[in-house]
């Protein structure tokens, strides 16, 4: 009897344990389980850890909560300025609600990839090539949302979006360098011709000074001389000043004379 006992014991301990074994699952902590009764959805979703369903009835799908990052294609468009571009971004996102995911699309990655590519498409043929140039911030925003407005009812938001690369034609990129050539030659010019009027200002003002002090001028000429001297060179020019050649000729024409000149002779 006691041994009938001990083999009954036995066997439904070895029932039960195949099946814990059976309806045992682990939940991981960045996941979340979805049931499925008969094919119906059963409850909420089950919490990372142990959890356990009925074998062969209940169906466990496990959906992974983590930011997706999710690289989309290279998409060639025509801008609103008429320029052939491609240019591929990167979309992020993740699982909100795990039953939606699975109930709601057949497949929510397929689906989030090919709206990033639709929603691609259209922001480049809505915009112009400088903004897809130097106006990715807005353009990112825009982007974002689109892709997140029809993601919230498959229990999908979308984090960010960013654009990563904009490739241009070979025809444009000369075209842009040659722009920016041009650019930076005018620009250019006009530094060095403000740096001509500031010099001259200074110049006048200069001159004017050497025109009230006549020894600033002599001053200025001997140092003319000892810079030219300092470089070594076997001719030596030095400058003359006009102001020098003023004083020889009053000097050649000589004195005024101190008398007055005799008055004409008598006419008959």
Do not use: C
């Not at 025509?78 to 699309?105: C, E, G, P, Q, W």
């Amino acid at each position: 009897m006691v041994q009938e006992l001990l083999v009954a014991a036995t066997a439904a301990a070895s029932t039960a344990l195949v099946y814990v074994a059976a309806a045992a699952r682990v939940v991981k902590q960045y996941e979340r389980g979805v049931v499925f009764r008969l094919g119906r959805l059963r409850g909420r979703p089950r919490s990372p850890g142990f959890t356990m369903v009925v074998p062969g009835i209940d169906h466990l799908r496990k959906v992974n909560m983590q930011i997706v990052t999710m690289p989309v294609p290279a998409q060639e468009g025509i801008t609103r300025d008429n320029v052939t571009v491609r240019v591929d971004a990167v979309v992020y996102f993740k699982v909100v609600d795990a039953a939606s995911a699975l109930i709601t699309v057949e497949d929510y990655k397929f689906a989030v990839s090919q709206m990033a590519q639709t929603s691609l498409r259209s922001i480049i043929g809505k915009s112009d090539l400088d903004d897809l140039l130097s106006n990715r911030e807005k353009l990112n925003q825009g982007l974002e949302l689109m892709i997140d407005s029809p993601a919230v009812g498959w229990g999908v938001q979308v984090d960010r979006v960013e654009i990563k690369d904009v490739s241009l034609p070979e025809t444009m990129k000369r075209s842009m360098a040659r722009q920016a050539e041009a650019d930076r030659e005018r620009r250019a010019r006009v530094i060095n011709a403000d740096a001509e009027l500031q010099a001259s200002r200074k110049l006048a003002e200069a001159a004017k000074e050497m025109a009230d002090t006549p020894s600033a001028l002599q001053l200025r000429l001997l140092q003319t001389v000892v810079a030219v001297a300092a470089e070594k060179n076997s001719t030596l020019v030095l400058p003359f000043p006009v102001e020098l050649l003023r004083f020889l000729e009053r000097a050649q024409a000589g004195p005024p004379p101190d008398t007055p000149p005799l008055p004409p002779p008598p006419t008959e």
